[in-house]
C-alpha cells in the first residue's frame, strides 16, 4: 500500500499545486495531505477489521485486497473521467 502511494504522490501534488490559485496553493497541498493521511488511517484501520473479523487470516486478506481493487479502480476511472473533460476544455458545472 505505501509502495502505491510512493510512486503516485508527487504526480498528484503537481496536479494540486497546477490547478490551486497561487494564493491557495499552501491550503491546497494541505488539504490533499490530510485527505491523503486520513484515507491511509481509515484503509489501515478497515484493513485490520476485515482481516480479524473474517476468523481466518487468508479469506480477510483477500476481501481487503478486493476492496482495495475496487476502491482504485473507482479511483481510476474518476481520475480518468476529469482528465478527459480537462483536456477538452469543457469542466463540469457544478
Same mark, same amino acid.
Given at each position: 500500500m505505501a509502495g502505491g502511494q510512493t510512486m503516485t504522490a508527487p504526480?498528484?501534488?503537481?496536479?494540486?499545486?497546477e490547478t490551486a490559485?497561487?494564493?491557495? +496553493?499552501?491550503?491546497?497541498? #494541505?488539504a490533499f495531505n490530510?485527505? /491523503?493521511? +486520513?484515507g491511509s #488511517? @481509515?484503509? @489501515?484501520?478497515?484493513?485490520?477489521?476485515? #482481516?480479524?473479523?473474517?476468523?481466518h487470516f487468508v479469506t480477510g486478506l483477500r476481501l481487503s485486497a478486493?476492496?482495495?481493487a475496487?476502491?482504485?479502480?473507482?479511483?481510476a476511472l474518476l481520475a480518468l /473521467?476529469? #482528465?478527459?473533460a480537462g483536456a477538452t476544455g469543457v469542466r463540469p458545472t457544478p
Open positions: 504526480a498528484a501534488i503537481a496536479a494540486v499545486v490559485a497561487a494564493s491557495d +496553493v499552501g491550503v491546497a497541498t #494541505t490530510v485527505a /491523503r493521511q +486520513v #488511517t @481509515v484503509g @489501515v484501520a478497515l484493513f485490520g477489521t476485515f #482481516t480479524v473479523a473474517a476468523h478486493d476492496i482495495a475496487a476502491a482504485f479502480a473507482l479511483g /473521467r476529469m #482528465t478527459a
